[in-house]
């Protein structure tokens, strides 16, 4: 009786440690920023990362998608204090604010913290998780039937003048077979 009970945790083990050796997790990271906005130029970003081998080598053996975030430093140029906003779209023509904000064209992915009046503000790996909005909208860009690993990056304030630089970059943390 004892040999029995002996081989079926062996053999329970055997299976936990096979399921936990066939996946890993990787870190991708894309940097988009660099770039001035303002309310007449907006900054925007052709993100691919189909030009990321760590997605490409990856891309069909994702299991799920396990954290996205915006980390880098957001530099306010004006006198009041914004939010920066990050939308994304298919769409790499959009121009306006309005466009932009025009949720059958864009979506609002990302809400930084407050950033002072001519200060900056560093978001790290905590805060860029915690303000993320819409994460979904990001993960069926990367995993699923209509997934190409491509969009654009759309950075406006949420004030009616906004002034900014955003250093920045895109981390998403995946799961994936071996």
């Not at 891309?59 to 998608?65: A, L, R």
């Not at 920066?84 to 769409?91: G, H, L, V, W």
Request: proline fraction near 3%; charge should be negative; hydrophobic fraction near 40%.
């Amino acid at each position: 009786m004892r040999t029995i009970t002996y081989m079926s945790l062996v053999l329970l083990l055997a299976v936990f440690l096979v399921g936990c050796l066939t996946t890993g997790q990787i870190k991708v990271k894309d940097h988009f920023g660099g770039g001035v906005t303002h309310n007449s130029d907006i900054y925007s970003y052709d993100l691919d990362l189909n030009t990321n081998t760590d997605y490409t080598d990856n891309k069909d053996k994702i299991k799920t998608v396990d954290g996205v975030a915006v980390v880098g430093v957001v530099k306010n140029h004006l006198q009041t204090e914004l939010q920066a906003e990050i939308y994304i779209s298919d769409d790499p023509s959009l121009e306006t604010v309005e466009d932009i904000t025009d949720p059958k064209q864009a979506t609002l992915v990302f809400v930084s913290p407050t950033v002072p009046g001519n200060d900056s503000l560093v978001i790290d790996w905590a805060d860029g998780l915690v303000h993320m909005v819409n994460e979904q909208a990001v993960i069926d860009q990367l995993i699923g039937p209509t997934a190409d690993g491509m969009f654009t990056i759309y950075a406006i304030g949420n004030t009616d003048n906004f002034n900014f630089t955003y250093k920045a970059d895109v981390v998403v943390v995946l799961t994936v077979e071996l």
